[in-house]
């Protein structure tokens, strides 16, 4: 593995599980100092024992990403430990959901607190560390739902709301050498793609077959495909790549 991100540091918000733990550990193994934060105490505590047994310099808490303050904090404790933040991954997310009539609105509220304020939040706290040093990357986690998705009409509202956020920091911030992109996973096996079935009552598997008969690559993605296109966007040398959203679906997304 090569060494990329070596004295660099990356923050990710919830990188405890799933796309968001691929993504801390594809940055630790090239080279990154890593911090996330996490709700989930048990998991945040594991994933960071493991980290930490491989050999590789943590920072990990539990924080809420809705809370100005609590982000605000773990960031000056980042920076006080490790001395920046070059790299910011937004990807904390949770759903919640159901067909339109039977949405409530904390179902709305929740995931649009989650995917949009959280990630509002985290480039407001480390956006004046990244100014200072004119370098940054910034990359926040959407979805192919962003195109639209029955069930989903609060996920995929807030999905396409990052896209726009992404296209605007771009904008603001390219200047100080600080770029912002998107990455918008298609299927991929996580435990959130196993609360969908659940949801819609039928075995993962199933669900898992059912994804892959409509995927031209005829397999279903794995959080190291959105690592992989994440490590892409934060590479040093992607300075020219900025505003972009790719699709990461194992196929072309209209």
């Known amino acids: 593995m090569s060494e990329r991100f070596q004295g660099r540091v990356a923050f990710v918000t919830g990188g ?6 691929a993504i801390v550990e594809q940055f630790a193994k090239e080279g990154a100092k890593v911090a996330f934060i996490d709700l989930n105490e048990e998991a945040l505590h594991e994933t960071t024992n493991e980290l ?3 050999g590789y310099e943590v920072y990990s808490k539990v924080a809420n990403v809705c809370d100005y303050e609590q982000v605000e904090k773990s960031v000056e404790e980042i920076v006080e430990l490790f001395g920046s933040i070059d790299i910011l991954v937004n990807n904390a997310g949770v759903i919640r959901d159901n067909l339109l009539f039977k949405m409530t609105e904390n179902d709305w509220d929740t995931v649009m607190d989650v995917h949009l304020k959280g990630s509002f939040n985290s480039a407001r706290a480390v956006q004046s560390h990244m100014v200072s040093k004119k370098y940054g990357r910034i990359v926040n ?3 192919t739902s962003a195109l639209g998705n029955r069930g989903q009409a609060n996920y995929a509202t807030a999905k396409a709301g990052l896209q726009g956020f992404t ?3 771009a904008i603001e911030l390219g200047k100080y050498g600080i770029t912002s992109n998107s990455v918008a996973p298609g299927f991929i096996e996580t435990e959130m793609t196993k ?3 659940a949801r819609i009552g039928i075995p993962f598997d199933e669900l898992i077959k059912a994804s892959v008969s409509r995927i031209p690559v005829a397999r279903s993605g794995k959080p190291s495909d959105i690592a992989n ?3 892409f966007f934060a590479d040093e040398q992607s300075s020219f790549v900025n505003g972009q959203v790719i699709y990461v679906a194992g196929g072309p997304k209209d």
Request: proline share 0%; no cysteine.
């Open 16 to 21: 405890s599980r799933g796309i968001g733990k």
């Open 195 to 197: 609360e969908t079935a």
């Open 52 to 54: 930490k047994e491989k």
């Open 167 to 169: 296209k605007t920091l």
């Open 141 to 143: 986690i959407s979805s």
């Open 229 to 231: 296109a994440v490590a």
